[in-house]
């Protein structure tokens, strides 16, 4: 269903602020890196092994005319986080709506166990 591997490479690419910081910028539209690094309140440096986390993880692509290199996002791995998100919020959502019921059985048997006393 889903390559465990990778959602578990982009999740930990996502849990960074510097790398949601960039992703942020390119969804605004294709940037160089310089571009995204000007934004930001880290060292060129610090940007390009970031950035290099991105790509690692299949988030960001990366394009390179001459001296020039041209990032953008890949949309088809957020979207395949994405999915997977809603996944596992449908399970959890599932388990507690049953969980939900459960209680609400067990409470309705609660208080019929008090009126069968003869508490009426």
């Known amino acids: 269903m889903f390559d465990t591997d990778s ?26 890196v310089t571009d995204v690094a000007g934004g ?4 060129l440096n610090t940007v390009s092994k970031h950035i290099r986390v991105l790509e690692e993880a299949g988030l960001v692509r990366r394009r390179i005319e001459g001296r020039r290199h041209h990032l953008s ?14 996944n596992a919020t ?15 059985t067990h409470r309705a048997r609660q208080n019929e166990g008090r009126h069968d006393d003869g508490n009426h």
């Open 90 to 104: 449908s399970a959890w959502t599932a388990r507690l709506q049953a969980l939900d019921q459960h209680l609400a």
């Open 7 to 32: 959602v578990d490479r982009c999740l930990m690419a996502l849990a960074h602020p510097t790398r949601r910081s960039i992703l942020d910028r390119l969804a605004t539209g294709d940037a160089g």
């Open 73 to 86: 996002i890949n949309r088809a791995r957020l979207d395949t986080v994405h999915r997977w998100i809603g």
């Open 40 to 43: 930001l309140p880290v060292s």
